[in-house]
């Protein structure tokens, strides 16, 4: 599968369930949007990487790296409170951002081997 369609599936999750967590809180606060803005600037990154231009590339990594780490804190906090469909939808965004990483290592690693062949 190519890097820029498992970006654009985890931005369009961590737009959507960004989106769910704040419409279905009690008390919504913007930071439950945060996924969704990366949602949309991993979106606006993709069609640099389906030209697989290096810029974008490095950005969307370092993006996709920060929504992360920053699930985290949300991930604990819903644990805490035993809310079970806050923990699944924080998981899910986790498990497509992390996979999205995974898949652009893999990308990253493919191309430096194929420069090296090149050579």
């Known amino acids: 599968m190519k890097v820029y369609w498992i970006s654009f599936v985890n931005a369009i999750l961590l737009m959507v369930l960004g989106a ?38 490095h950005l969307a990594v370092l993006l996709t790296l920060l929504v992360t780490i920053g699930l985290f804190k949300p991930l604990l906090a819903a644990w805490g409170r035993a809310d079970a469909p806050a923990v699944a939808r924080v998981v899910l965004m986790l498990l497509s951002s992390v996979a999205a990483l995974l898949a652009f290592v893999k990308n990253f690693r493919d191309v430096r081997k194929a420069r090296k062949e090149q050579e």
Do not use: H, M, Q, R
């Open 20 to 57: 769910w967590a704040y419409l279905v809180s009690d008390t919504p606060s913007l930071t439950a949007l945060i996924p969704v803005f990366a949602g949309v600037l991993l979106l606006a990154l993709n069609p640099g990487l389906k030209k697989e231009k290096k810029l974008e590339a």
